[in-house]
């Protein structure tokens, strides 16, 4: 079946612009999470949607940072006024549900702030 | 807070050489252990898990054993192929169950193998 896809798969973008990302989980996967790659600090948790509950943003660096999904289904990850330094690979993944113990991932969205 | 933490790399290998990647985690009450695999030009994928102390994940020849008193969780394999290539993630999951809450992972290893 349809694993978890992302989109766009590369994104270029000028300093101070507004960026989506999008993340389509694998169908009937309640749990989504967003999280980033990036050279310097590895693989960083951004944040957790489970259900109708309300999503863990703990991960999330700053208030230009925010997220959403829209029928317990896609998200879309937003960042405002980008940086240089939020440059990086987005990564999402589904799982199951709460006691799943595997993520399933994306291929990523490499974003890249000029 | 949580962590985790892994050798660094990168690490190069011949092929049917023995590979040992360490892996230490810092964390409260009982996680769950993970290995996660990236192939190059891939997504990230499970490779093995361990819920509980002294258990053994295994999977595709690689092992690692969730050893509390060491709070280690170091990958092996006997005789690693070409085909290993790849970067290793180690990573938590706070709760015990391996419930679905955040990952939280170690820096990665890569892991090139030749013939």
């Known amino acids: 079946g349809a694993g978890v896809s992302q989109s766009p798969s590369n994104k270029v973008t000028e300093k101070g612009k507004d960026v989506e990302l999008r993340c389509d989980p694998i169908s009937g996967h309640t749990a989504l999470y967003w999280y980033r790659q990036s050279l310097g600090q590895g693989l960083e948790f951004l944040i957790y949607f489970q259900g109708n509950s309300a999503p863990d943003k703990s991960g999330l660096p700053s208030d230009r940072f925010s997220a959403e999904r829209t029928g317990g289904s896609v998200s879309t990850l937003t960042i405002q006024r980008t940086q240089q330094e939020d440059s990086a690979v987005y990564l999402c993944?589904?799982?199951?549900?709460?006691?799943?113990?595997?993520?399933?991932f994306g291929p990523g969205t490499r974003l890249t702030v000029t | 807070g949580d962590s985790v933490t892994q050798m660094e790399g990168p690490v190069t290998l011949s092929e049917e050489a023995f590979l040992t990647i360490n892996c230490t985690y810092t964390?409260?009450?009982?996680?769950?252990l993970f290995w996660y695999v990236q192939y190059p030009g891939e997504g990230l994928q499970l490779l093995l898990k361990a819920t509980k102390a002294d258990d053994k994940g295994s999977n595709k020849g690689f092992e690692a054993t969730y050893r509390k008193e060491t709070t280690s969780f170091h990958l092996e394999k006997g005789s690693v192929q070409v085909s290993d290539s790849a970067v290793y993630f180690c990573a938590l999951s706070p709760r015990s169950g391996g419930g679905s809450e955040k990952l939280v992972f170690g820096k990665g290893t890569k892991l090139t193998v030749n013939p």
């Open positions: 993944a589904s799982s199951t549900d709460r006691n799943s113990y595997e993520q399933y």
């Open positions: 964390a409260t009450g009982y996680p769950s």
